[in-house]
């Protein structure tokens, strides 16, 4: 079986009693549709899923319980080891239906994945993400009806047309400009009672808020084995793609990904015109001899893809839409079959990499207040890729490996005067010294996306104080044509919003 891809990468369930309902699905992530639907006792699941081939491994149904799943599990051999012999045969979905019958809804306590899940049982509608949330799912739900999305613009239609009655959700985002629907909160199951639309949260992961002192071998070895498990998970057996900058983190991962892969890896970097990293990822692409290529993309072209960015992430963080932007890019321009893609992605926050400066109280600060605030971010979104229909996954933000990294004493992260030093050190073997000690560059930076970002918001006359305010309105306005109103990105252009907001805070001058 090919496991290039999750049998899912996305979907649209609807949950209601009485019989089955027509779903019309937006969705960003390419891939075929698959209808789908399961009549239970007192309930009907209907769906729609974004699958490559395989859409009845992201489906199971044993008795009055029926699922759907989006992504994959990482920790297959740990979860069978609790059920009877042959229970995960069919795939993650059936795997994860075995233990529910089992734990209830505490099954997904037990999970180490890259998911977004639906299940129906009995009145009970359960929507679920992975510890990190890392798939974003959305939910619409009402009286008689729960509605749950793993992208926003699937729930815009039907939000228009259910009042604003649609239920509140406690302890859940809304999302902006769209009523009645709220994001499911990373490392959580909302527990939907789909007479009422109520919904009761549990928590399924919380990031640690202590620290481990560790001698330094300890710490280095464990970080060495903890990785290496959740690059191995995410390799599946298959060729994968690491997007390289020659940055210690995606380094790290394609050097063990290296060691994972029959024949040689394949790597790929991106830049602009304005700025690249090409250098320094061609030095590790020869050390691990990848089949390396580099691409190019104009900063022109790059800002004109902001509407991509925004999107595919849903994300309305002008930050966050920074850090993406390039991503975007360089996936939007990897063309040809689909791929499973190893990113380096995320090590930099429980490592607090982008903390320049050797104080370990700001460092543990900057790290709690990360761990505290990254949820709804959508920073780990797999529709990035699968807006060319590739899938990615980000082995930093494997729950073993972040629950390690985050609980690290603040000294083992930064020490000697290095930034990620127990990386750097875990790493050290496995490539060249210049990779090993380069200091941390963003990929905002290295690609001189914030710069350029910048410039354009300067060129519209936006002084230089306002950039940042400018930029989140931008990010907001560019939101609000292409998931609110669901004009297609293409037909948006990031000159019109820069205008727009330039205009704006023009006349409120
Ligand atoms: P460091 O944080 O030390 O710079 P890094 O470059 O690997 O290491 P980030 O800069 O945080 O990490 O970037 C996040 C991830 O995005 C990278 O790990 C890599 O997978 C991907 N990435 C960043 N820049 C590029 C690039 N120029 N080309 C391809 N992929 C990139
Ligand atoms: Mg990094
Ligand atoms: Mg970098």
Redesign the pocket.
């Known amino acids: 079986m090919d496991q290039t891809l999750p049998a899912a990468t996305g979907f649209l369930v609807s949950a209601h009693p009485g019989g089955g309902q027509g779903l019309a699905p937006v969705f960003a992530t390419q891939g075929s549709h698959a209808p789908v639907a399961q009549a239970l006792r007192s309930q009907t699941l209907d769906a729609v899923l974004v699958h490559s081939g395989a859409p009845e491994r992201a489906v199971a149904r044993s008795g009055d319980m029926a699922l759907v799943l989006a992504g994959e599990l990482y920790n297959r051999e740990e979860l069978v080891s609790v059920l009877p012999p042959g229970a995960g045969d069919g795939g993650d979905a059936h795997l994860l239906l075995a233990l529910l019958k089992v734990y209830d809804l505490h099954a997904f306590r037990l999970l180490n994945g890259r998911f977004a899940a639906v299940v129906a049982t009995g009145d009970r509608v359960l929507a679920a993400t992975d510890h990190a949330g890392s798939v974003p799912l959305y939910i619409l739900p009402a009286p008689g009806r729960v509605l749950a999305a793993t992208e926003i613009k699937s729930l815009v239609p039907e939000a228009a047309r259910t009042p604003p009655s649609g239920r509140p959700v406690p302890e859940a985002r809304r999302v902006r400009r769209v009523p009645g629907v709220h994001q499911v909160p990373a490392g959580a199951v909302l527990d939907l009672d789909v007479r009422t639309g109520a919904a009761v949260r549990t928590r399924t992961w919380t990031p640690p808020v202590s620290r481990r002192v560790m001698a330094e071998s300890d710490a280095t070895t464990a970080v060495r084995e903890t990785l290496e498990r959740a690059v191995r998970a995410r390799t599946a057996g298959t060729a994968p793609l690491v997007?390289?900058?020659g940055?210690?983190?995606?380094?790290g991962v394609a050097a063990l990904a290296a060691a994972h892969t029959e024949g040689p890896l394949d790597t790929?970097?991106?830049?602009t015109d304005t700025s690249?990293?090409f250098a320094e990822?061609g030095v590790v692409a020869t050390h691990l001899g990848s089949r390396h290529r580099e691409i190019t993309i104009p900063t022109a072209d790059l800002l004109g893809q902001l509407p991509h960015a925004v999107w595919a992430s849903e994300s309305v963080d002008p930050d966050i839409i920074e850090y993406l932007l390039?991503?975007t890019a360089?996936y939007r321009a990897l063309d040809g079959p689909a791929r499973r893609i190893l990113?380096?992605?995320g090590?930099?926050i429980p490592l607090a990499?982008m903390h320049r400066e050797d104080r370990l109280p700001q460092l543990d600060t900057a790290v709690a207040l990360d761990m505290a605030t990254f949820d709804g971010l959508n920073e780990m979104t797999p529709v990035l890729s699968g807006i060319r229909g590739h899938w990615s996954t980000h082995p930093y933000w494997d729950r073993d490996v972040l629950d390690l990294l985050v609980g690290l004493e603040a000294g083992l992260k930064r020490r000697y005067g290095r930034d990620?030093w127990v990386l750097r050190e875990a790493m050290s073997g496995l490539l060249p010294e210049e990779t090993v000690n380069r200091p941390?560059?963003?990929?905002h930076e290295?690609?001189g996306t914030t710069s350029s970002f910048s410039l354009l918001l300067m060129d519209a006359g936006i002084p230089e104080a306002d950039i940042h305010r400018a930029k989140r309105l931008v990010v907001q306005e560019i939101f609000d044509r292409v998931v609110v109103e669901g004009l297609p990105p293409a037909e948006v252009a990031t000159a019109d919003a820069v205008r727009q907001v330039a205009d704006r805070l023009k006349e409120s001058e």
């Open positions: 997007v390289l900058s940055g210690i983190d995606s380094s790929l970097s991106m830049g690249d990293e990822a390039p991503l360089l990113t380096g992605y090590a930099d990499g990620k941390k560059l963003g990929v290295g690609s």
